[in-house]
C-alpha cells in the first residue's frame, strides 16, 4: 500500500472532505507539539497552542501554494503562534554568556554524547533544552531532532540561512555551556574513561 502524499490529503480536505484532515493532523501533530514545549516551556500551553495551530492550518489550508514543503508552513504557523503566546506573557529569558564554551569544548562534549547511548543522549539534551532561551531552542529542536535544512528552518523563522548558521553556531554554545553544568558528572561517571 503506497502512503499518499500531503497534497493529495490537501486537495481532498479542499475539495470537501473533512475527514483526510485528520491524516495530516496525525502526520504533524507531535512534530508540532515538540515544537510548541520548546517555544513555550509549558506542556499545557504547548498543548492548546498545538490545538490553535491545526485550527490555523485548517482555515487557510487554501493558502498553501507549495512553494515550500508542507511540513516547512505547518511550523511556520506553530511558530508564529508561539512568539504570539511569548509576546502575551513577556517571559523573561535567561541567557547564558556564549564565551564561556570554546569549540573543543564543544566538540569534547559531542564526542561524550556520542558514546552515550541515543535515549540517554536524547533525554539529556531535551533536559537541557528547557534551560536555553526559547528562540535557541527551537533552532536546535529543528535542526537536530528535526532535521530540517538550514533553508528550510529559515523559511520557518524568517531569516536568511546564514543568519540560521549563525544563530544555530551560538545557540549549539550555550546548550553546551549547559550540558557541561548539568551533565558533566554524569558523563564521566558513566561514559568517561575507566580509571584503573
Avoid at 83 to 101: A, V
Avoid at 117 to 127: G, W
Wanted: net charge neutral; hydrophobic share 35%; proline share 2%.
Amino acid at each position: 500500500m503506497s502512503i499518499e502524499t500531503d497534497q493529495f490529503y490537501i486537495d481532498a480536505v479542499l475539495n470537501g472532505d473533512t475527514k483526510a484532515f485528520a491524516v495530516l493532523v496525525n502526520r504533524y501533530r507531535n512534530m508540532v507539539f515538540t515544537l510548541t514545549v520548546q517555544l513555550l516551556k509549558n506542556r499545557e500551553e504547548a498543548e492548546e497552542i498545538a490545538q490553535d495551530t491545526f485550527v490555523k492550518i485548517y482555515k487557510n489550508l487554501n493558502t498553501f501554494n507549495g512553494d515550500s514543503k508542507f511540513s516547512t508552513w505547518v511550523y511556520r504557523i506553530a511558530y508564529n503562534a508561539c512568539l504570539d503566546r511569548i509576546k502575551k506573557n513577556k517571559k523573561h529569558e535567561t541567557t547564558i554568556s556564549i564565551n564561556e564554551y570554546n569549540e573543543s569544548q564543544i566538540n569534547s562534549l559531542e564526542t561524550a554524547f556520542d558514546i552515550m547511548d541515543r535515549t540517554d543522549r536524547e533525554q539529556a539534551i531535551k533536559s537541557c533544552l528547557q534551560k536555553l532561551p526559547e528562540d535557541d531552542s527551537v533552532l536546535i529542536t529543528l535542526f537536530y531532532f528535526e532535521e530540517l535544512s538550514l533553508t528550510e528552518i529559515s523559511k520557518v523563522i524568517g531569516i536568511s540561512a546564514n543568519n540560521v548558521k549563525i544563530k544555530l553556531y551560538r545557540a549549539r554554545k550555550r546548550l553546551a555551556t549547559i550540558l557541561e553544568k548539568s551533565l558533566e558528572p554524569t558523563i564521566l561517571e558513566n561514559y568517561g574513561p575507566k580509571s584503573r
